[in-house]
């Protein structure tokens, strides 16, 4: 059985690869890995890391000639996912096509209603694409996590989450140009943990990744990381768990762990999940930035956005990473049903108080899978009709009942212009 992973790419292609940031992406490389381990026949095709448009997409296909094709897609490239899907039909209509990742976990019956698409793995994959091939397409409603169409309807299967993150192997990183990756970027992605119990409004990680807060052992983690240095050469991580500092003692235990093998790194946070020692720990053991997603300096909006933070916890956090020596960067949201013009000044007024290295800010996305997405009207928002391929958090997506989409984007433009844009290149 020879299967091919396709990672497509984004709208903003040619921005993206100028600005880095292209990483190889896990959720391909955990299921290649797993796939492989089952003795099955694995390429993958990363296409933004190769740069390869569509004709190189169906030269590759051609050559390779799969039996069946897995295709991952986040919203914003869901569209370059379905072109890929065409891709193969237009080859061989016959090959199984299985489209994964958030977007699809979400709208299994949209993404079904596509006649390039045979079957959805939502949530955590490995598993159940294991099993589809295992079980040769058949046997589908004892697969939990899959979406398939049969006789005219869609089914949609039970789904569960992995309990032992360790049982998985490691991501299949030879699989990958390395090298490539390497000559964008000095550090590449190690996932130690899934699940977040935080669940705030926007989030789609905990809904794609469930409220479970599921671990690897330290051990496992730090096999993959000197793999990393000594096959790949990296000598920083960037740990992409959605909060690498919930549990004090494990990040202790990382920590000493890490001193010894001499590697930095930067993690995801909450502001109310680190203290002035643990970022003391943590500096000392190698790490150089704390990403928080603060979102509001107003109260109201933060309850809103179900954070279960306050402003003067932001500050603490940014005060302490700051104070032991690591970099700060923080995410900022506007938009937010029931936040007014002011709440937004407010924040900006906020975000200049503070003593952080890097900014994000991004208009609220309704995606799919948050309630925002689902239901906006229990949110008294109205979704601006756009494409996919917008859903890219640098345009406003809705207008409330306090802000119009006019009003969100003449915001958004002010912000962008005092933010973003060089004092010297600004006009006006």
Request: proline share 5%; hydrophobic share 40%; net charge negative.
């Amino acid at each position: 059985m020879k299967c091919v992973l396709i990672n497509p790419p984004y709208s903003m292609t040619r921005d993206y690869y100028e600005k880095g940031g292209i990483d190889v992406p896990l959720g391909i490389a955990y299921i290649a890995s797993t796939l492989r381990e089952a003795g099955i026949d694995v390429t993958v095709i990363d296409m933004p890391i190769e740069r390869m448009g569509w004709k190189d997409l169906e030269t590759e296909v051609e050559r390779l000639r799969p039996d069946v094709v897995g295709i991952t897609a986040i919203t914003i490239s869901y569209p370059q996912a379905l072109n890929a899907a065409h891709v193969v039909k237009s080859i061989d209509f016959e090959i199984p096509v299985i489209l994964g990742g958030p977007h699809a976990t979400f709208t299994p019956r949209e993404t079904l209603g596509h006649d390039v698409v045979d079957f959805v793995v939502m949530h955590e994959g490995e598993y159940a694409f294991r099993q589809l091939i295992e079980n040769d397409f058949g046997n589908l409603n004892n697969i939990g996590n899959i979406a398939f169409k049969e006789n005219g309807s869609i089914h949609i299967n039970q789904n569960y989450f992995i309990e032992n993150l360790d049982d998985l192997p490691l991501p299949a990183r030879d699989l990958f140009p390395m090298a490539d990756y390497r000559a964008l970027n000095d550090f590449t992605s190690v996932l130690t943990s899934r699940g977040c119990p935080f669940g705030c409004l926007f989030c789609v990680p905990c809904r794609m990744f469930g409220t479970s807060y599921r671990t690897r052992t330290v051990e496992d983690v730090i096999r993959e990381i000197v793999h990393l240095m000594r096959a790949y050469h990296f000598d920083k991580v960037g740990f992409v768990d959605d909060i690498f500092t919930l549990d004090h003692m494990r990040v202790k235990q990382f920590c000493e762990a890490l001193k010894e093998i001499g590697v930095r790194w930067m993690c995801n946070s909450r502001v109310d999940t680190v203290d002035e020692e643990l970022c003391g720990c943590m500096y000392e053991a190698g790490c150089t930035t704390l990403f928080f997603g603060a979102e509001s300096g107003n109260t109201r909006v933060l309850d809103t956005l179900k954070k279960r933070i306050q402003p003067h916890q932001i500050v603490d956090a940014v005060t302490w990473a700051k104070d032991a020596g690591i970099e700060v960067h923080l995410s900022f949201i506007i938009g937010t049903p029931g936040e007014t013009r002011d709440m937004i000044m407010e924040t900006l007024d906020f975000i200049d108080s503070l003593d952080i290295d890097r900014l994000t800010i991004s208009p609220l996305t309704p995606y799919p899978g948050t309630s925002l997405g689902d239901l906006p009207e229990e949110w008294g928002i109205k979704i601006i009709p756009r494409t996919w391929n917008q859903y890219n958090m640098m345009l406003p997506l809705i207008e409330t009942k306090e802000l119009s989409v006019r009003e969100l984007t003449d915001l958004w433009l002010h912000i962008v212009k005092k933010y973003y844009v060089p004092e010297g290149e600004r006009n006006g």
